[in-house]
């Protein structure tokens, strides 16, 4: 993102909140009617999404995990393999751990709902290049 779109966005944003428009009352007006409406719905989503989310994590960290161990750069730790029929399948209980205290740590470290959502922006907002 070029940083000079971001102080157009803010114009566009004060341009439109100025001006009484049927766009602005529209954009107002039907979330607050369909809100209730779609609620549990999106809140089954954003569960299921949580769900899909926490399991990339953990396998991504087991993965890595288990190729650092391979390389030689990794202290050694317990790899339970919870198939015979399927290579590649593991659980590494003190990586369990490591991530469940870390999990924790971030959402005690968070006062609220807004900072956990302001450091997802700025992070977002200020990522390197190498993110893209």
């Known amino acids: 993102m070029h940083i000079g779109v971001v102080p157009m966005h803010y114009g566009q944003c004060a341009l439109s909140l100025c001006t009484i428009t049927f766009c602005n009352l529209v954009l107002i007006v039907i979330p607050l009617i369909i809100a209730d409406a779609i609620y ?8 299921a999404a949580a769900i899909v989310a926490s399991q990339a994590t953990i396998s991504a960290t087991y993965s890595i995990i288990k190729q650092a161990l391979a390389l030689g750069c ?16 593991i659980y590494i209980p003190d990586i369990n751990w490591v991530l469940l205290v870390l999990c ?17 922006g700025k992070f977002f907002l200020w990522r390197p290049k190498s993110f893209m």
């Open 40 to 47: 549990w719905p999106a809140f089954v989503i954003a569960t």
């Open 74 to 89: 990794f202290p050694r730790v317990k790899i339970v393999h919870t198939s015979k029929k399927f290579l590649g399948q």
């Open 104 to 120: 924790i740590a971030v959402t005690a470290g968070f006062k609220n709902q807004s900072q956990i959502g302001n450091a997802y």
